[in-house]
Structures are given as C-alpha cells and as structure tokens.
C-alpha cells in the first residue's frame, strides 16, 4: 500500500509564501497532483507533474504564483507557493497517477495523502 504523507502547511499572511512536499512510501514512475479543497467547495486541480519531472500542468488561476516539482531520489513532491491570497485557503493534498503523466481530473489519481492546511490572512 502507497502512503503519501504532506506537510508544510500553516497560517501565513497574503502575499507570503509556503511551500508543501509530499513524501511517498516507494518509488514510483507515475505522474503526481496537487489538489485543494476549499470549505463548502468541491475539491479542485491545482497543478500536476510527470514521472521524469519534465512537464507540469497547472490550473489556470494558479499559473505564475505555483510551482510543482519532484525529486525522484527522494520520492517527494513539492508545491511553492507565492504571492498567496486569502482564496487560496484550503487543504492541499497530494495524489500519485494511474499514467506516468499527471491529470487534471482527480479519477486519474489512485493514492491520496491525508491533506495539509493552508490558511491565508488578509
């Protein structure tokens, strides 16, 4: 059984920064996702990428102030965050593919982490 396990989150003010890893039980070939949800919200797309590293995929709202990367070495993915704003308050998880590229639609996901809080103030 794949364990992904977050961490990073907390309270920072709007504009700070924060910046999440997900560490994974084994190695893995498979593309990875960052997801949010937000209270009352359905859980939305942040960013992806794929196995090697290479492309990432992020939603559009986030393009410029996100960014994914890996280190396969580490089996850890990270999510830096800046330029945060209130609306980004949700908890953030991780997941792990079914394909060696990352998704946009969480049903290509198969491993989900526990999720990590973040709060933006205003």
């Known amino acids: 059984q794949v364990q992904l396990v977050e961490s990073g989150g907390g309270l920072v003010q709007a504009g700070g920064s924060l910046r999440l890893s997900c560490v994974a039980s084994?190695?893995?070939?498979?593309?990875m996702g960052w997801f949010r949800q937000a209270p009352g919200k359905e859980r939305e797309f942040a960013a992806a990428?794929?196995?090697?590293?290479?492309?990432?995929d992020y939603a559009d709202s986030l393009k410029g102030r996100f960014t994914i990367s890996r280190d396969n070495a580490k089996n850890t993915v990270y999510l830096q965050m800046n330029s945060l704003k209130p609306e980004d308050t949700a908890v953030y998880y991780c997941?792990?593919?079914?394909?060696?590229?990352?998704?946009?639609?969480?049903?290509?996901?198969?491993?989900w982490g526990q999720g990590t809080q973040v709060t933006v103030s205003s």
């Open positions: 997941a792990r593919s079914l394909y060696r590229i990352g998704g946009r639609e969480p049903r290509s996901y198969i491993y």
């Open positions: 084994g190695r893995s070939f498979s593309g």
């Open positions: 990428i794929d196995w090697s590293g290479g492309t990432a």
